[in-house]
């Protein structure tokens, strides 16, 4: 078992920045690609970005691509997500989530994932 813990979620501007951390106990994030998932009301849970055990692959949904920019730190045990220009549309509940599996051939749906966090809620408003 791998408990998930987001942080760094808050309210803030339109153009403004936020950094979503995630952090494991259990196990350590190094045994895992690492996924971020987001969830508006009323709305399904949604793909926003996944990297690899490495760090070498990154791939991100078309709506946060040049905006958003996920990277690891084994050592310190964390995944973050700089979100950059953020628009009220990218208000949220934001998820991490772990899989174990490589994600050659799964990445982009929450079924892709094994163990998941309580979720940090992200506002902006403009």
């Known amino acids: 078992q791998v408990q998930l813990v987001e942080s760094g979620g808050g309210s803030v501007q339109t153009g403004d920045s936020l950094r979503l951390s995630c952090t494991s106990s259990?196990?350590?994030?190094?045994?895992?690609?690492v996924g971020w998932f987001r969830q508006a009301p009323g709305k399904e849970r949604e793909f926003v970005s996944v990297i690899s055990y490495s760090g070498g692959r990154t791939y991100y949904a078309g709506s946060v691509e040049g905006r958003f920019t996920i990277s690891r730190d084994n050592a310190k045990n964390t995944v973050s997500l700089q979100m950059n220009s953020l628009k009220p549309e990218d208000t949220a509940v934001y998820y991490c989530?772990?899989?174990?599996?490589?994600?050659?051939?799964?990445?982009?749906?929450?079924?892709?994932?094994?163990?998941w966090g309580q979720g940090t809620q992200v506002t902006v408003s403009s």
């Open positions: 989530a772990v899989r174990e599996a490589t994600i050659d051939h799964g990445r982009y749906y929450p079924e892709d994932y094994d163990f």
């Open positions: 259990g196990r350590t994030l190094s045994n895992f690609a």
